[in-house]
T-cell receptor, first 113, second 117 residues
Framework: AQSVTQLGSHVSVSEGALVLLRCNYS??????LFWYVQYPNQGLQLLLK??????LVKGINGFEAEFKKSETSFHLTKPSAHMSDAAEYFC???????????FGKGTRLHILP | NADVMQNPRHLVRRRGQEARLRCSPM?????VYWYRQLPEEGLKFMVY????????ESGMPKERFSAEFPKEGPSILRIQQVVRGDSAAYFC???????????????FGSGTRLTVV
């Protein structure tokens, strides 16, 4: 079954520093990949998605992610962290032809002033 | 996301009672997905429904849990005889048609936080 692994349940970065949240997927066939963000007491909001087009995907709020097949990775980055980026981030995967999206365990991002 | 409406936002039930969680999808969306979120465990898929059909219930516990999405009205996730371990946040998502992932991902509601005392 498809799965994603998010390295680090908590990540802290200083305001203005680079944000890097790691995600590896399990499939040998490139799947669809997503990053979602969850703010406290809210639902999940789609940040960006990879659906086999460009390997560098740009999302909302200045985030982007790069699909690397050789590394089975889909890490999320942002050049300069803002305080408002503090939230939980979920990497997710779906197989071709499958409506179900499988989520990782999440990474809570803390922004230090 | 206010476009997918879940109610109630918070629900407290005593052990042994029934919990009913409601989800109204976005206008024009005919597919609904339910997920459960436990601390430090991410979101676990429970069930995927289309109007009047259960498409995939592979993530539903075998007992006490059921889901429906009638022709009219919201989708309902029903938990009978709740236990402490059912305490969690339950999220509903919707998509306009099948292949929800390829369409661009789901739209999530704000969740129902169930507390069993």
């Amino acid at each position: 079954a498809q799965s994603v692994t998010q390295l680090g349940s908590h990540v802290s970065v200083s305001e203005g520093a680079l944000v890097l949240l790691r995600c590896n997927y399990s499939s040998s066939v490139p799947p669809y990949l997503f990053w979602y963000v969850q703010y406290p007491n809210q639902g999940l909001q789609l940040l960006l998605k990879y659906t086999s087009a460009a390997t560098l995907v740009k999302g909302i709020n200045g985030f982007e992610a790069e699909f690397k097949k050789s590394e089975t990775s889909f890490h999320l980055t942002k050049p300069s962290a803002h305080m408002s980026d503090a939230a939980e981030y979920f990497c997710a995967v779906s197989d071709l032809g499958d409506d179900k999206i499988i989520f990782g365990k999440g990474t809570r991002l803390h922004i230090l002033p | 996301n206010a476009d997918v409406m879940q109610n109630p936002r918070h629900l407290v039930r005593r052990r042994g009672q029934e919990a009913r969680l409601r989800c109204s999808p976005m206008k024009g969306h005919s597919h609904v997905y339910w997920y459960r979120q436990l601390p430090e465990e991410g979101l676990k898929f429970m069930v995927y429904l289309q109007k009047e059909n259960i498409i995939d219930e592979s993530g539903m516990p075998k007992e006490r849990f059921s889901a429906e999405f009638p022709k009219e009205g919201p989708s309902i996730l029903r938990i009978q005889q709740v236990v402490r371990g059912d305490s969690a946040a339950y999220f509903c998502a919707s998509s306009p048609r099948g292949q929800g992932a390829t369409v661009g991902g789901y739209t999530f509601g704000s969740g129902t936080r169930l507390t069993v005392v």
